[in-house]
T-cell receptor, first 115, second 112 residues
Framework: SAVISQKPSRDICQRGTSLTIQCQVD?????MFWYRQQPGQSLTLIAT?????????ESGFVIDKFPISRPNLTFSTLTVSNMSPEDSSIYLC????????????FGPGTRLTVL | GNSVTQMEGPVTLSEEAFLTINCTYT??????LFWYVQYPGEGLQLLLK?????DKGSNKGFEATYRKETTSFHLEKGSVQVSDSAVYFC???????????FGKGTKLSVKP
């Protein structure tokens, strides 16, 4: 398994501001994923981040709103830009292992509330 | 399109009751199937998985069998405990596309 930490664990932010969420993994991984889990909902994949290349965004998510950095094989950041109350959610970092990275391990999540 | 459908919760059971949480999937090809559990205030943890038809995943007393003929991966436990109270997510990965698809989650509450 992989041990994943996220910072901050929670935050309350004002509308129009931006928040950068950090994800640290205890081992080198090729693929890292960022998910959003809105209250009472399932997980929605925001983007997939490979080290050394641009992140791949899912439908409905764009780089200007959710810029991602992947500077090395153990670290990634997700920024939620120009926040609105609709961005209030739990943001989860995940890494993939195994064939086709099909096995995933998750960080504890960052609970974001936008006022 | 490719998707996962879980039974809607919440599910409330008494301790030692039998648990079934239904999960069906649509996908072309042969996806891998997973169950994840999210305990209150924690991140998701892999509970069990099956990567091909007729495989049975098991862990902590939970079981699920990959049934291709019914495209299902139902989660079962013979005797639930209060500590099993959590949200359970079914997930499929792969098939003809490398999508990472989660079900909506089923909240389980076990009463003493």
């Amino acid at each position: 398994s992989a041990v994943i930490s996220q910072k901050p664990s929670r935050d309350i932010c004002q509308r129009g501001t931006s928040l950068t969420i950090q994800c640290q993994v205890d081992s080198q991984v090729t693929m890292m994923f960022w998910y959003r889990q809105q209250p009472g909902q399932s997980l929605t994949l925001i983007a997939t981040a490979n080290q050394g290349s641009e992140a791949t965004y899912e439908s409905g998510f764009v780089i200007d709103k959710f810029p991602i950095s992947r500077p090395n094989l153990t670290f990634s950041t997700l920024t939620v830009s120009n926040m609105s109350p609709e961005d209030s959610s739990i943001y989860l970092c995940s890494v993939g292992r195994g064939g086709d990275f099909n096995e995933q391990f998750f960080g504890p999540g960052t609970r974001l509330t936008v006022l | 399109g490719n998707s996962v459908t879980q039974m809607e919760g919440p599910v409330t059971l008494s301790e030692e009751a039998f648990l079934t949480i239904n999960c069906t999937y649509t996908a072309t090809g042969y996806p891998s199937l997973f169950w994840y559990v999210q305990y209150p205030g924690e991140g998701l943890q892999l509970l069990l998985k099956a990567t091909k038809a007729d495989d049975k995943g098991s862990n902590k007393g939970f079981e699920a069998t990959y049934r291709k003929e019914t495209t299902s991966f139902h989660l079962e436990k013979g005797s639930v405990q209060v500590s099993d109270s959590a949200v359970y997510f079914c997930r499929r990965y792969g098939g003809s596309q490398g999508n990472l698809i989660f079900g909506k989650g089923t909240k389980l509450s076990v009463k003493p």
